[in-house]
């Protein structure tokens, strides 16, 4: 990052050498009440870490984020799928806002030109976009919807769910379905399955209820239609209709207050639902798979969740996610794109995702990723912590 000076000597090792500033510049803020020296000696630390040569952890990484800017030195332009629309607008207006000689503009869908910044739900950057540079910046799930009246709340595991996508179970007082829902009388309608899903959201399904229902998960047959992404404006008609069932974002999900089934992962365990609480804490468990760009994540089951914001406990993960990559494309611009990268990736802008149905990264993930982006940006510049301009 940056200059390349050689770290602190007083300490044998970069971790001990970045903890220990950052400490002592906290110790000595206890001794002063004004918020702007508080933020002051804590980002002077911070900066001073941010020269040495070798990395730091990802935790100091994203410490610096936090208290620091890099402000581009040109406009760039970002897009994304409509659902990240509110999103990349609000980024691009604080982002705009610190940093009035470059900031960001968030394409909508049919606007002409290639983006400087291409945000997918593929680590593989598009066609029209050469990657220079690929990290994870935001994390989505997948609910499993249904539309059963008065009925919210159906279990299913993964040999009934795997029944009902292959055509074997096709209705919803089938015996498989009535034994893990003594709660509810049979429920005697059709199974109406939706069958058009994002290639992302099908992945995501595929890949945990291979790893939890290795015996009896089929996968989705060719009877499916795939998608780039998910259309919000024309979502499944089977949402609508009594019986049905669908794969649809969380984000979706949430905002229109979709029925959701149970998945029961563990015979011995309660069924897992898909509220936020527990997507966030199957987010929690998501490491990376790479060092280097594209810098991958993958969840890591036997990670230990970590609690929502307000729970003391984490609660059963939900681990159906689909991770959103930000896509460098390569031109005179990747610099301002990284910069306008690193400042989505701070914890202010990270913490307001949920407002539209996406989760943070956890702080290693994003630390690593704060990592690649800052390579070749200038040294950056002292702010308060998590400063953000609300429009």
Sequence with gaps: MGHGYPCPTLFST???AGSTIIERGERLMSHFKGVSLRVA?????ALIISGCTPPFPPELQAQLADNSINCGSSPVTVSGSPALAPVLDQWSYEYQELCPNAGATALAEGDPGVANVVVSESIAAPAACEASLTVPLLVGGVS????????DGIILDPAT????????ITSWSDPEIVAL???FD????????GTVISRADADSIDAW???VGSDSWTGFPDSFTFTETFDEANPPSQIYEDGGIVFVPSSFAIAYSLQSALLKVDPELDAVPSFAENIASGVSQLSTASVESPLETVVDPNRKPL???GFEEALAPWQALVVSYAHVCKGESELDSQAFLRFGLRSSSQTSLVNYGFFDMPIEVRGAAVDLVSRGLPSPSPIEPDTAATP
Excluded at 186 to 193: A, D, R
Aim: a negative charge; zero cysteines; glycine letters at 8%.
């Design 307 to 309: 609690p929502a914001p």
């Design 161 to 168: 769910l795997s029944g009902i996508v292959n055509g074997n």
């Design 181 to 183: 829902n003594p709660q």
């Design 41 to 45: 000696l804590v980002s002077s630390a």
């Design 14 to 16: 970069e971790e001990q």
């Design 186 to 193: 049979p429920i005697e309608l059709p199974i109406q399955l």
């Design 209 to 211: 209820l291979s790893r």
């Design 144 to 151: 499993i919807s249904t539309s059963l009246l008065g009925l």
